[in-house]
């Protein structure tokens, strides 16, 4: 096993990328797909760091790092969980709602080829919107397992 | 030689792929003409050709020689298939069709086996149900989403029967089959097992059917989860309902135009 000293490292680089990740997450109006699902990513990166460490660790020897490793599990619960993604699953729902309707207002009339071509962006789009909803909500899933 | 046909159209659709360079989201072809690789009757052929150029999802086509096989080339869409079909929850799969030639091909075979009746569940276009048509067998069409049965009603050169009902609760007493085979849409995992066991349940509840024939379409992506018992998905339902395998053709589909395996179709009757 690596020494604690370079896990202690690591974890405190994956903590400090995925502080950065929700303080753009609060302070974006809307986040684009790739920064969502790298968001979520990292949470679950972090998440997993957490529970192996927490096993491995014990108090008398690593304080320090089980004292970060609370900070950031916190943040993960407190700031991550209850404010950033439900803001995240509502701002992909509303988004789908609305290329929904806009997809349903194009008109059924005849269209030309490159008008179906540029339209079939639109429904790429929409697809993408849903399947990123979908891996969100698989996380929503887990809270609610928890 | 219906496997040999079914491998010249898989070559002519990896030919195909290899070269087109279209922006359509759906693509398929079908070839002008009798000939050595395709011997479909020309009439038939004809017909395949009208059912493509009547239907709206198809917006352009253009002549295109595959090999030494001089072809139509039919490029779609059927996003707003696809968009209607997400806000009916009854619908288990989005409709993705598969090769007007492909859906040619599995209704030969179903022939050959001796069936007269082809019944296409989750028939989408009603492209299966149409073959049958032309190739001499009586066929009926159950789609359950409206705007897919309103788009088959326009397609009836040849009368399919077109159904909009859900093909689970459907009176198929009503048809008076004799010796019918089931072809079922879906892959068993998008919902294809769902549908799948509801017909079964449903036919073996009103019927005193005999050796039915059920096809099903299979994949071997790692997309999707297999079945612990196999068969492109479809190991422990064909199990469950004691119903033995006959044989798989490899055929064209458009979900998997862009990948290396064809749709493997699993054609299997009731012991």
């Not at chain 2, 019944?119 to 705007?147: N, P, T, W």
């Not at chain 2, 290396?260 to 299997?268: A, H, M, N, R």
Request: charged content about 20%.
């Amino acid at each position: 096993m690596d020494s604690v000293d370079d896990i202690s490292s690591m974890f405190e680089a994956e903590s400090i990328k995925l502080e950065n990740l929700i303080s753009n997450a609060t302070t974006k109006s809307e986040l684009s797909l790739h920064e969502i699902v790298e968001t979520y990513y990292q949470i679950m990166n972090v998440s997993s760091m957490i529970t192996m460490l927490k096993t491995q660790l014990n108090v008398d020897e690593h304080q320090l790092l089980l004292n970060k490793i609370e900070e950031i599990d916190k943040v993960i619960s407190g700031k991550f969980n209850s404010t950033v993604h439900p803001q995240i699953l509502e701002q992909l729902t509303k988004s789908i709602q609305d290329t929904t309707k806009t997809l349903q207002s194009m008109g059924t009339e005849q269209k030309s080829k490159e008008d179906t071509e540029n339209d079939a962006t639109l429904y790429e789009e929409l697809r993408k919107k849903m399947s990123t909803k979908e891996f969100v909500e698989q996380y929503d899933q887990g809270l609610s397992n928890d | 030689m219906i496997e040999g046909f079914a491998k010249n159209l898989v070559q002519l659709k990896k030919e195909f792929a290899k070269t087109y360079d279209g922006k359509s989201q759906i693509q398929e072809v079908i070839p002008i003409s009798k000939s050595d690789l395709f011997p479909i009757n020309q009439q038939n052929l004809e017909l395949l050709h009208q059912f493509a150029t009547k239907n709206p999802i198809y917006y352009n086509s253009f002549e295109k020689t595959i090999g030494n096989t001089p072809c139509i080339v039919y490029e779609g869409d059927i996003n707003k298939y696809w968009l209607n079909s997400i806000q009916h929850s009854s619908s288990n799969a989005p409709f993705s069709p598969t090769w007007i030639m492909s859906a040619y091909v599995g209704v030969l075979f179903a022939k050959e086996l001796g069936y007269q009746e082809v019944i296409d569940i989750g028939s989408g276009d009603g492209r299966i149900a149409f073959c049958a048509k032309v190739l001499g067998l009586e066929s009926y069409s159950i789609e359950i989403d409206d705007m897919l049965v309103d788009l088959q009603k326009l397609l009836t050169i040849r009368d399919f029967h077109p159904y909009c009902s859900d093909a689970i609760t459907f009176d198929y007493s009503s048809l008076n089959l004799i010796q019918p085979i089931f072809f079922i849409g879906g892959l068993a995992q998008m919902g294809g097992t769902a549908l799948a066991s509801g017909v079964l349940e449903k036919i073996d509840s009103v019927t005193n059917l005999k050796n039915t024939g059920w096809v099903f379409a299979g994949t071997y992506s790692q997309k999707y989860p297999s079945d612990p018992k196999n068969e492109a998905g479809w190991g422990t339902l064909i199990e469950k309902n004691n119903l033995q395998s006959i044989k798989t053709l490899s055929l064209p589909t458009v979900w998997t135009f862009h990948e290396s395996e064809d749709t493997p179709y699993i054609f299997t009757q009731t012991i």
